[in-house]
């Protein structure tokens, strides 16, 4: 929503997802977890390798010590680059891991977007075909949702209408703008 009022977007998971196509990070992620993360063709199996790390938080940090990295640099270097075109826009980082991985430094907002577990559980299966057990093994090693509404600079409340919420993120847009001039 952020997007479609101007800001760049910056989709930290999909970034992750599009590294572990990398053969440097993808021998680092057989190393650590073996060639049955692999699938038929060679790649990192993602659901293969989140049965391994969403069972235990060791194997979880080891993943996010061989992905945060290259990751958080590869931000820096979009932010710079953005930055570059002259006037500085703002740029949204989305990011599960936000806090944990220590993104959060380079935001000057950090907006908790709250929305019922219902509504997680119901769009996980939707948009990823999971399980209704997944969302929960996955969050359950996060940071808890009460301490991110809390560390939160701004709170959007996703639990009705699309256009409920996106009332929300124009009065942030705007509060956002006004800092900028300011």
Known sequence: MLASLGAQYLNADE???KRMLV???????VEEFGAEVLDAGGNVDRS??????????ARLDALCAILHPPVIEQIQT????????????????????????GLAIFCDFVI??????????????????????????R???QMGLEEKKRSADYIIDNNFTAENTFRQVKEFWQ????????
């Open 78 to 101: 979009k932010i710079a680059e953005i930055e570059k075109l002259g006037r500085r826009k703002v740029v949204v980082i989305d990011a599960a891991l936000l806090e944990e991985s």
């Open 139 to 141: 969050e359950q090693f």
């Open 48 to 57: 293969q390798l989140a049965k391994i790390v969403f069972q235990d938080k």
């Open 175 to 182: 509060h956002c703008l006004e800092e900028r001039q300011s």
């Open 15 to 17: 970034m992750c997802h």
């Open 112 to 137: 908790f977007i709250n929305t019922s577990k219902e509504r997680r559980v119901e769009r996980s299966q939707l948009s990823r075909h999971w399980p209704a057990d997944e969302l929960e093994k």
């Open 23 to 29: 053969k440097e990070v993808k021998d680092k992620i």
